[in-house]
């Protein structure tokens, strides 16, 4: 399914959002040390947080959860405040930011996950994750799965409102959350929940690659948001040593891929690429892959849109429609 806008540049971005991600681009370009590492007080100047809120914003309530104070390991639960049914489905969603920035607290992953509650009328858990490079794969992963896990083994307990259906489980995540969003998925179908149903995938404009270049790197070298020298040095600093764009984590589907998902249950899969996205032909292999591997899925294109732009709330009639597909695709698996 294609979904046509003029997303066509970051000048059609209004002058608010502009200035916000060109101060995080800031905070992320002078918080980089030439030894390949980051200055975590030079980027917190730059990514300003949220507080949760009982009270509602937006028609929202939030609170956190502590899972590991010694991996600061959190999630932040956003519950509608408006309608509540008795049967609600549940979202673990991973933020993006090339597993070394953002946090779950971060104001734009927090107004993010408000608007996906708020629209698609899911309780939302957003996981708070170690980053790289202080914490390398597969550290994110295990944190993303630790979650779950803990979600399925307090399904009953005060840290979930009683009427969240745990059946009705769906993992999501943007760009390094998609990517985190597949990975746990594996991991959890593996695995095998007791209290828990994954029945879906959403993966938005997911963060893969591969040593090989693609036609659409090539194309979008210098794209505006995430340029492919960027993407270069976000594995680096997230792959083991040694290791290759060819890694597993990377090229999930590659020859180098350790997952069967042939013989996994693995869920309905969501997939949402743009086309001014350097990652779109990797995106494009992994939905394909999917479906190659005869796994349910559905590729939701945008052909004119730049890496994350639905991170820009004041585009309504553009993110908008990305929750509307994201809230049908929840309604066709929860019927």
Same mark, same amino acid.
């Given at each position: 399914?294609?979904?046509?806008?003029?997303?066509?540049?970051?000048?059609?971005?209004?002058?608010?959002?502009?200035?916000?991600?060109?101060?995080?681009?800031?905070?992320?370009?002078?918080?980089?040390?030439?030894?390949?590492?980051?200055?975590?007080?030079?980027?917190?100047?730059?990514?300003?947080?949220?507080?949760?809120?009982?009270?509602?914003?937006?028609?929202?309530?939030?609170?956190?959860?502590?899972?590991?104070?010694?991996?600061?390991?959190?999630?932040?639960?956003?519950?509608?405040?408006?309608?509540?049914?008795?049967?609600?489905?549940?979202?673990?969603?991973?933020?993006?930011?090339?597993?070394?920035?953002?946090?779950?607290?971060?104001?734009?992953?927090?107004?993010?996950?408000?608007?996906?509650?708020?629209?698609?009328? $899911?309780?939302?858990?957003?996981?708070?994750?170690?980053?790289?490079?202080?914490?390398?794969?597969?550290?994110?992963?295990?944190?993303?799965?630790?979650?779950?896990?803990?979600?399925?083994?307090?399904?009953?307990?005060?840290?979930?409102?009683?009427?969240?259906?745990?059946?009705?489980?769906?993992? $999501?995540?943007?760009? $390094?959350?998609?990517?985190?969003?597949?990975?746990?998925?594996?991991?959890?179908?593996?695995?095998?929940?007791?209290?828990?149903?994954?029945?879906?995938?959403?993966?938005?404009?997911?963060?893969?690659?591969?040593?090989?270049?693609?036609?659409?790197?090539?194309?979008?070298?210098? $794209?505006?948001?995430?340029?492919?020298?960027?993407?270069?040095?976000?594995?680096?600093?997230?792959?083991?040593?040694?290791?290759?764009?060819?890694?597993?984590?990377?090229?999930?589907?590659?020859?180098?891929?350790?997952?069967? /998902?042939?013989?996994?249950?693995?869920?309905?899969?969501?997939?949402?690429?743009?086309?001014?996205?350097?990652?779109?032909?990797?995106?494009?292999?992994?939905?394909?892959?999917?479906?190659?591997?005869?796994?349910?899925?559905?590729?939701?294109?945008?052909?004119?849109?730049?890496?994350?732009?639905?991170?820009?709330?004041?585009?309504?009639?553009?993110?908008?429609?990305?929750?509307?597909?994201?809230?049908?695709? /929840?309604?066709?698996?929860?019927?």
């Amino acid at each position: 399914m294609s979904s046509n806008n003029p997303i066509s540049n970051f000048q059609d971005v209004p002058w608010k959002q502009r200035f916000y991600r060109s101060m995080l681009g800031y905070g992320i370009h002078f918080s980089r040390r030439s030894d390949g590492t980051i200055n975590r007080f030079i980027m917190n100047l730059f990514d300003l947080k949220a507080q949760p809120s009982k009270q509602p914003i937006d028609g929202v309530i939030t609170s956190d959860t502590v899972v590991d104070a010694t991996r600061n390991l959190f999630f932040r639960l956003f519950l509608p405040s408006f309608e509540q049914n008795t049967n609600m489905p549940l979202i673990v969603y991973f933020h993006g930011g090339g597993f070394a920035y953002m946090s779950a607290n971060s104001i734009a992953c927090d107004d993010l996950c408000r608007n996906l509650c708020k629209k698609t009328g $899911a309780v939302i858990i957003s996981v708070n994750y170690r980053l790289s490079p202080e914490h390398k794969y597969p550290s994110q992963y295990d944190d993303g799965f630790d979650v779950l896990k803990f979600i399925d083994d307090n399904a009953n307990t005060k840290n979930f409102p009683s009427n969240v259906n745990l059946k009705q489980c769906f993992i $999501a995540g943007d760009s $390094a959350g998609g990517n985190l969003a597949h990975h746990v998925t594996v991991k959890a179908c593996e695995y095998g929940l007791r209290n828990v149903k994954l029945i879906g995938l959403i993966a938005i404009q997911p963060f893969f690659g591969g040593e090989e270049r693609t036609e659409s790197e090539n194309r979008l070298v210098d $794209a505006p948001v995430l340029s492919v020298k960027g993407t270069d040095w976000l594995w680096k600093t997230f792959l083991p040593e040694g290791s290759d764009r060819d890694h597993p984590a990377c090229n999930v589907l590659g020859s180098k891929s350790v997952d069967d /998902i042939r013989r996994l249950k693995f869920p309905a899969t969501m997939v949402v690429v743009g086309g001014v996205d350097p990652l779109y032909d990797w995106q494009i292999r992994y939905y394909e892959g999917l479906k190659k591997c005869g796994k349910e899925a559905y590729l939701i294109e945008y052909p004119n849109a730049f890496h994350s732009f639905y991170g820009a709330p004041e585009l309504k009639e553009y993110s908008g429609l990305l929750m509307e597909e994201v809230k049908d695709f /929840i309604g066709k698996l929860i019927k």
